[in-house]
């Protein structure tokens, strides 16, 4: 089977597995002196294809990077609700923060979540001047499931073989810098656990039974990043945790490895004893981490990803 050819993005690969028909956000106390706008429409036509923004309420003189956080669910479920809280501390910081949804599993095959991840950002871009956007200033964060989808959209390009589709096609999806933690570099690494495997699999059409196992195979490849390995990539930042059960370290270790040999500018932060969710575990560490990554990336306007 073959596919031809500053904004922060959040995830999460384990979690609920509500269906896209039954969401049911959950919406947060708006602290003071932010906005949040709520269920805008990126696309039309499917009910996934919304988002939230939150920002400050203080127009700052010149445009800000902008924050994506894209939430997670084992790609079966999840809102663009989840990670409010997150987005109302990075809009305090000057961020303008954008938290999409995208269609799962039961609503499609891989690469259709990836092309929902990328209409976001391209609305973003698109609606740079309403939200006092610097559209040059895109990264992108993102755990586990979440986290792989940002990776992939921050590593593929047109000439990727995966052919973006949906709204504001006009508009750039590439990403100036990627924080992801929990991500899956490789879903076609022997050392996963059955779990995981059976939610690769699906992710890659596997209940289309008139699909080969070459067939699915050459899906999961295609989503994988390890797929994408050169030096010319947005910076990158990993985080995992040696005991992670849900999304096995041994993927990201190797892609990681790929990576810097290849010449890519990426950093690790690999916390030995530490599960799926390294970022909470980890936090006093991650988050400034994190922080520190996108000022140092999306302080200025400079790159051309």
Partial sequence: MNFSNAIVLFGVFCGSSTHAQT???KSPATPRGILFEKDIQYRKGHERWVLNVIRSSEISAEPQAAIVLVHGGGWSGGDQYRFSNMGFELAKKGYVVILPTY?????????????DVKNAIRWARAHAKEYNIDPSRIGAYGNSAGGTLVLTAA??????????????????SSLQSVVCSGAVGNMLHPNHSQRAKAVYRNLAGARNRDLSLEQIETVMQTASPSSYVRKEVPPILLVHGGKDDVVFIDSTDEFFKSMK??????????????????????KRKTTPAMHLFFQKHLKQSESQY
């Fill in 103 to 115: 269609r799962m599993i039961q609503d499609g095959p891989f690469p259709a979540c990836l092309n």
């Fill in 261 to 282: 040999s290849a010449g890519a500018n990426i950093q690790y932060l690999r916390f030995q004893d530490a599960g799926h969710a390294v970022m909470g575990q980890m």
């Fill in 23 to 25: 969401l049911e956000p």
């Fill in 155 to 172: 590593l593929t390009t047109k000439e990727s073989g995966i052919p973006e589709e949906g709204s504001f096609l006009q508009y750039s």
